[in-house]
């Protein structure tokens, strides 16, 4: 004879297991940051209303899945299970609407266009912006450092950006270089630094604080930097500030907060300074061409809207910078 038992409460939630994509996008991100308030503002709610779509989710598929020590979130074992799973929904979901958006814009002929945080990138996109300004399907926007993810996702179409040796490339992208450097540029004010150009000795800098752009104007400079330091010299800078654009960090240089350090020829791109910063170009020889600045799209790319903003954006370049 088989004895049969009324399902608890637990179980028959696990049967429900009424889950929507907002509980599981908040909980992967809770679980990644551990921070109730960021996670928060990522998502435009406030910190009580992640606490409930925690909670709320927890009873949904009956297993706790954080643990909540002061300021913080931990998973829990069970926790550990079920965020695996959730990242797998959560990335073929983003996969899906990325699909979606994309065939939407080959459907209206529109073309998303990415511009990062770089110098070549502003003055390209006021040169193009006069241009795609008679194109109304053209949509030009900044991107971020993760712009490879982004156009091999479909989320853009055309990204225009700078990036140091081989940071960002992959089979499934293209790129049109329009602009190559070598080496990298250090900048510093001669009143707070008695630097000797000519016998100028890279180590004397790491005993410094370093002012760098981050990943948005050179993508892979910075992690270059950490890892050349480290295997060069077997020790890294005294103290790193990182800036989103090269001018800030140089403008700090000025200020002598520090030495500028830029991929290439990063004087020619400065202006505006108060005071004129003394300079060296080193590494040439052992980095020639490591810095590049260039136009890209999907490896397999065929619309021909997206193509010709390509185009245009490489021959504007190739005649302005």
């Known amino acids: 004879m088989r004895i049969s038992r009324k399902?608890?409460?637990?179980?028959?939630?696990?049967?429900?297991?009424?889950?929507?994509?907002?509980?599981?996008?908040?909980?992967?991100?809770?679980?990644?940051?551990?921070?109730?308030?960021?996670?928060?503002?990522?998502?435009?709610?406030?910190?009580?209303?992640?606490?409930?779509?925690?909670?709320?989710?927890?009873?949904?598929?009956?297993?706790?899945?954080?643990?909540?020590?002061?300021?913080?979130?931990?998973?829990?074992?069970?926790?550990?299970?079920?965020?695996?799973?959730?990242?797998?929904?959560?990335?073929?979901?983003?996969?899906?609407?990325?699909?979606?958006?994309?065939?939407?814009?080959?459907?209206?002929?529109?073309?998303?266009?990415?511009?990062?945080?770089?110098?070549?990138?502003?003055?390209?996109?006021?040169?193009?912006?006069?241009?795609?300004?008679?194109?109304?399907?053209?949509?030009?926007?900044?991107?971020?450092?993760?712009?490879?993810?982004?156009?091999?996702?479909?989320?853009?179409?055309?990204?225009?950006?700078?990036?140091?040796?081989?940071?960002?490339?992959?089979?499934?992208?293209?790129?049109?270089?329009?602009?190559?450097?070598?080496?990298?540029?250090?900048a510093w004010h001669p009143s707070f630094y008695p630097f000797d150009r000519k016998e100028f000795n890279f180590p004397e800098v790491l005993r410094t604080t370093l002012l760098v752009p981050d990943g948005k104007a050179a993508k892979g400079f910075g992690s270059f930097l950490e890892h050349w330091c480290g295997y060069a010299y077997g020790t890294q800078a005294a103290h790193t500030v990182v800036f989103e654009h090269e001018l800030e960090a140089a403008r700090a240089a000025d200020a002598g907060f520090g030495i500028f350090l830029g991929p290439g020829d990063a004087m020619q791109r400065l202006g505006g300074l108060e005071h004129e910063l003394d300079f060296v170009r080193t590494f040439e020889f052992l980095l020639p061409e490591a810095y590049r600045f260039g136009v890209y799209c999907r490896a397999d790319e065929r619309t021909k809207e997206v193509l010709g903003a390509a185009a245009t954006i490489v021959k504007l370049g190739r005649k302005t910078i």
């Not at 409930?52 to 989710?57: E, H, P, S």
């Not at 797998?88 to 209206?108: H, I, T």
């Open 7 to 186: 399902p608890c409460a637990r179980e028959r939630e696990r049967g429900r297991m009424d889950v929507d994509l907002n509980s599981l996008t908040v909980f992967c991100d809770l679980a990644g940051s551990g921070n109730f308030s960021e996670t928060g503002r990522r998502h435009g709610i406030s910190q009580p209303a992640v606490s409930l779509t925690i909670f709320q989710l927890e009873t949904a598929v009956g297993l706790v899945l954080l643990e909540r020590p002061a300021g913080g979130a931990k998973l829990t074992p069970a926790g550990v299970h079920f965020l695996a799973r959730a990242q797998e929904v959560c990335r073929s979901y983003r996969d899906f609407k990325d699909g979606v958006g994309r065939n939407a814009r080959q459907l209206d002929h529109e073309v998303r266009v990415g511009f990062d945080g770089s110098w070549h990138a502003g003055s390209l996109h006021r040169e193009f912006g006069k241009v795609s300004g008679k194109s109304p399907g053209i949509v030009c926007g900044s991107i971020g450092e993760n712009w490879g993810d982004d156009l091999e996702a479909g989320r853009v179409d055309v990204v225009v950006a700078g990036r140091f040796l081989q940071a960002g490339m992959t089979a499934g992208i293209q790129e049109a270089v329009v602009r190559q450097e070598s080496g990298i540029t250090i």
